[in-house]
Antibody, heavy 120, light 107 residues
Framework: EEQLLESGGGLVQPGGSLRLSCAASGFTFSTYAMSWVRQAPGKGLEWVSV?????????YYADSVRGRFTISRDNSRNTVYLQMNSLRVDDTAVYYC????????????WGQGTLVTVSS | EVVLTQSPATLSLSPGERATLSCRAS??????LAWYQHKPGQAPRLLIY???NRATGIPARFSGSGSGTDFTLTISSLEPEDSAVYSCQQRNNWPLTFGGGTKVEIK
């Protein structure tokens, strides 16, 4: 059974940092692209970042987070990370980890999400 | 950036009725559109990918159609468990974008 379990969310002040983790199981992690998608309160889903699988671990970012967020993966731990620096109030959202067959693809399985609140 | 506009914002129907949800793209996205179902407190679930392909385990009452800029998700006969928000997502252009969602309420 596929599982994605996010952790690391919480309350942080503007300008602060957080690192989100997503632990995967039940599928061949290294072969899948892994993404972070967020949903701000009362808003729709927003793609944040993706890192490719299958030996090509290039990454892509939404303009809103480029230069502040960094995605990475550790295939030995079946885990994908999102390092979030210089956090802003408008980064407040539930952050979902999601897997898919392609970096520019659909997401065939999602985690339950972790809440990040940026507030003073 | 491709903007996806979903309509209606809310759809209130009775069990057994047919639901038709629309997703309109601001530019041609070929058939690279997916649909997701999202219930409060749960992970989103992939329903349809590349316009008309049902994901694994998705009931046949869910179907997708369209191409170019206009797309439709149809739920042929609503079940009580179909109460959720439905979002579309395009993968034709970077950045990948989502629509704002349609809330389906079951009377």
């Amino acid at each position: 059974e596929e599982q994605l379990l996010e952790s690391g969310g919480g309350l942080v002040q503007p300008g602060g940092s957080l690192r989100l983790s997503c632990a995967a199981s039940g599928f061949t992690f290294s072969t899948y692209a892994m993404s972070w998608v967020r949903q701000a309160p009362g808003k729709g889903l927003e793609w944040v970042s993706v890192i490719r699988g299958k030996g090509d671990y290039s990454s892509y970012y939404a303009d809103s987070v480029r230069g502040r967020f960094t995605i990475s993966r550790d295939n030995s731990r079946n885990t994908v990370y999102l390092q979030m620096n210089s956090l802003r109030v408008d980064d407040t959202a539930v952050y979902y980890c999601a897997k898919g067959p392609h970096a520019n693809g659909w997401y065939d399985f999602w985690g339950q999400g972790t809440l990040v609140t940026v507030s003073s | 950036e491709v903007v996806l506009t979903q309509s209606p914002a809310t759809l209130s129907l009775s069990p057994g009725e047919r639901a038709t949800l629309s997703c309109r793209a601001s530019q041609n996205i070929n058939t690279y559109l997916a649909w997701y179902q999202h219930k409060p407190g749960q992970a989103p679930r992939l329903l349809i990918y590349d316009t008309s392909n049902r994901a694994t385990g998705i009931p046949a009452r869910f179907s997708g159609s369209g191409s170019g800029t206009d797309f439709t998700l149809t739920i042929s006969s609503l079940e009580p468990e179909d109460s959720a928000v439905y979002s579309c997502q395009q993968r034709n252009n970077w950045p990948l974008t989502f629509g704002g969602g349609t809330k389906v309420e079951i009377k």
